[in-house]
């Protein structure tokens, strides 16, 4: 049998590449996923949680919008997760006051930093975030968080869906099993946007600082 490289090759994975105007966005890296014995522990996560410092810091120094998002039910019973709590009833411990609802260390917004808070996967899906995107002229959205099968790969789609080029970096990105996350980000990196290693983020980062004035 071919392999899914062979398959796909000519047919899927054209490249994208960065536009002019960055934003990171941050996707949902909360204590949940990183916390030994919490239902959605995922190790991936704490590797990509460990890698993405850098990355955040890299847009900071350059002027870049850093967004982060987090998933916060606040209906009785988490109502405003809809049918997604239902058949994902682990995300009903996404509440305030749940320590596991809250932003890992090391990665958490700083002051001024906008927080987007959805309760579905996409960080589109239901928020003002494209429409915050356009306003401000931005036409390439960078993708670190988690995860990578799940919220990763819903705003991916959403994503280009609205017009932007999307940029998925590989180490910043993580999920509980290496199976589902790197077949994500294969799929990603054929159909919806580019998928690139941190060091490669960071130096079109870096780019774009060297063009400010």
Known sequence: MQSAESNYQGVWGNRIGFGQRLALLVIDFLKGYT???APLYAPGVVDA??????????????????????ILYLAE???DGGMWVKKSPVMKGMVEG???????????????????????????FGTSLASH??????????LAGCSTS????????????????????RDCVGDRHPDPHNANLFDIDSKYG???????????????KSDCP
């Open 35 to 37: 916390t030994e014995g």
């Open 49 to 70: 949680v460990a890698q993405t410092p850098a990355l955040i810091q890299a847009a900071r120094d350059a002027g870049i919008p850093v967004i982060h998002t987090r």
């Open 77 to 79: 019973n988490c109502a």
């Open 98 to 124: 749940n320590v596991l609802a809250e932003f890992c260390d090391g990665v958490a917004p700083e002051k001024g930093e906008l927080v987007i808070v959805k309760q579905y996967a996409s960080a589109f």
């Open 133 to 142: 995107l356009h306003a401000q002229g931005i036409d390439t959205v960078v």
């Open 150 to 169: 799940g919220c990763i790969r819903a705003s991916a789609v959403d994503a280009v869906q609205h017009g932007f080029r999307t940029i998925v970096v």
């Open 194 to 208: 580019d998928v690139v290693s941190r060091e490669e983020a960071i130096a079109e980062i870096a780019k774009v």
